[in-house]
């Protein structure tokens, strides 16, 4: 089911010409996004740096500048830690900052942005190596243009993460497990959504992939002991701050204690069902089914990544990270960027766009370029957090 290999790949279609047409689109993409969101701060009075350097990566800065044990309390009586924030992105800020002498804030704009390139690429290798360069070009456009794409270049992890899970992904499925497991050890200390990477990465090393599949890869099987190292090495990052955690709050669980004071806890999806039923139930009805449909389709999406016959380690991942993201009770506002690394998700259509002339797809990826930048532009000068 998981290990039919779509078709080889020919010596031509992993270019660098498309490559850097993939690379030139992102940047297009997000230049435009970054734009309107400009052009909409001149209208409304806002700020656009404001927009990409405040929530989130205010805490990020702090964290940087004078490291771990600030506690906010909120006007509710919640103990806010920055130890719900993980040390590898605000100690890149901190380090690049010291070398170009950038604040810290704008070091983290830079990371972003040098980061959402890297993710692009090894976007781009995964479809392409599951499909053609054709198709890994349009995935990078799709994930450039999502609706959310604007966090792409916050001062926010989601680039730095997306980057290490593209390229631990690609490393898994042309069997570099060690390389795998390190980066996804590095996405262990930027996000807690790495538990889905870890599980991907584990299961591509402890269970392998069939002979069938090996014509699919650019490298042979590694030996076993390399793929045991991998999956070895993938939890070390997560592990190692979840113990840091524990030690410093003198608590077990200390992580997910901190966690749920952000009213990030793991609820089973009760927080997201229970709103959408309320939701229905009152005037929003017609939003709540929008929503309903939503869930459908990435229940779809994540279908396809088993239906399709796509190795395990993309159904692993994809299948996890969604059940995470729909599984905790954080603000809902904040979901749909928590699904912005599972690029995955993406294969689908991207699959389905390829097979279109190149003047009905660029029309239709144009219109979504579109539609993401006025979305991000509203999105980010609203009242809530992204």
Known sequence: MFTVPLRRLTAGEVRVPSLR?????????RAFGLTTLYVAGLVNGGSAYHALTRWDAAW????????????????????????????????AERALSAVTGLPVVQAGLVISAVSSLVAAAGIYRVG???????????????????????VQSMAYTESLFTAFVAWSLYAVLVHRYVLAGALAALAGLTRAMSVALVGAVASAALLGTSERSLAHTEAPADSRSRR?????????GLVAYLAFVALSEHRTFGYLDVASDWG??????HALFGWILQMLGDRRFLLGIALLLGLAL??????H???RGYPLPVFVFTLTAVLISLATSNYFGSRPRYLLPVFTLLLWPSEGLAGLPNRRVGLVLACLAAISGIYGAVWLYGPGPP
């Open 21 to 29: 047409l993939a690379l030139a689109a992102h940047v297009g993409i």
């Open 60 to 91: 990020y800065r702090r964290i940087a500048e004078h490291g771990y044990g600030h506690v906010h309390v909120a006007a509710d009586g919640r103990r806010l830690s920055d130890y719900a924030f993980f040390p590898l992105y605000p100690m």
């Open 128 to 150: 392409t190596h599951l499909h053609d360069a054709r198709t890994g070009v349009i995935l990078v456009c799709l994930w450039s243009s999502v609706p959310v794409a604007v």
């Open 228 to 236: 045991l190292l991998g999956a070895l090495l993938a939890p070390v």
């Open 264 to 269: 990030n806890g793991i609820d089973g999806g």
């Open 298 to 303: 990435l229940g779809a999406a994540v279908g």
């Open 305 to 307: 990544t088993a239906s």
